[in-house]
C-alpha cells in the first residue's frame, strides 16, 4: 500500500511540474493594461540593469526571440525603482530613440555586470555609448528631451498599473504577469509565455518541467 501511495504521490508531483497553473506560475491582472503593439499581441521585458537576474535572462529571451511566433511584438520596459536607476531607464530610452537600441542594450549589461564598471550617470553613460560607437552629442540631447523624460514617466505609470513589485518580469498582452521566480525556473518562464500568447490567440500550449534559480530583486534592490 505505501508503494502504490508512493507512486500516486509522485505522478502527482509529475503532473504539476508540467502544469501551467494561473496564480502558481501566472497572473492574470485584474485589471488588463493597454498595449503598444496594435493587433500583434505584446511581451513585454520589465527589466533593470543593474539587476544581475535580468542580465542572465537575456539568453533565454534571445533563443526565445529566434523563434517567437510571427504575430507576437517583443518589447522592453525599464522600471525605476529608485533615483539611482533613473539615468539607467532614461540612457534606454536615449539610444532607442537615436535608433541605437540594439548597439546599447546589452553592452550596458555586460559593462554593468561583467566588467563591474560605474556607470550611474549620464555623463557616464554618454562616455559609454561613444564606446560603442554612438554620437555622444545625439545620445545626450536625446537623454534630456522632452520625448524620453515622458517615456519615463510613462514606464513608472505602466510599472504600476501591471503591479510590479520585482524584476525581471514579463507582462503577456497587457494581460497576464509572470517571471522566472513565479514560474519555477527560466525554461519555465519561457513556456508559460508561449501558453499564454496562446491563450490570447485561441490556441493553448503545453507547459514544462521547471527549475530552481535564484530570487528575483525586489523594488528595495536587493
Known amino acids: 500500500m505505501n508503494a502504490l501511495l508512493g507512486v500516486a504521490f509522485g505522478m502527482l508531483i509529475a503532473v504539476r511540474a508540467w502544469a501551467i497553473d494561473e496564480g502558481i506560475d501566472y497572473t492574470e491582472l485584474a485589471r488588463p493594461q493597454p498595449t503598444e503593439s496594435g493587433e500583434k499581441i505584446e511581451v513585454l521585458e520589465v527589466f533593470m540593469y543593474s539587476c544581475p537576474h535580468c542580465f542572465y535572462l537575456e ?38 530613440q537615436i535608433g ?34 554612438i554620437d555622444g552629442k545625439a545620445f545626450r540631447a536625446a537623454y534630456n528631451s522632452f520625448a524620453v523624460n515622458m517615456q519615463v514617466q510613462q514606464a513608472r505609470e505602466r510599472a504600476k498599473g501591471f503591479g510590479i513589485d520585482s524584476v525581471p518580469t514579463v507582462i503577456v498582452n ?8 513565479q514560474a519555477g525556473s527560466r525554461k519555465k518562464m519561457v513556456q508559460v509565455i508561449d501558453y499564454l500568447i496562446g491563450i490570447e490567440a485561441g490556441q493553448p500550449a503545453a507547459g514544462e518541467i521547471p527549475t530552481t534559480e535564484a530570487p528575483p530583486v525586489t523594488s528595495d534592490g536587493s
Open 100 to 133: 541605437k537600441g540594439e548597439q546599447f542594450h546589452l553592452p550596458l549589461f555586460r559593462a554593468l555586470h561583467e566588467d563591474k564598471q560605474a556607470i550611474w550617470d549620464e555623463d557616464a553613460l554618454v562616455t559609454f555609448a561613444e564606446a560603442q560607437g
Open 59 to 96: 539568453p533565454t529571451l534571445e533563443e526565445w526571440l529566434a523563434t517567437k511566433p510571427e504575430n507576437v511584438e517583443f518589447k522592453r520596459m525599464p522600471v525605476i525603482f529608485n533615483a539611482r536607476v533613473e539615468p539607467h531607464a532614461k540612457a534606454y530610452y536615449a539610444a532607442e
Open 174 to 181: 497587457g494581460k497576464y504577469r509572470t517571471s522566472p521566480a
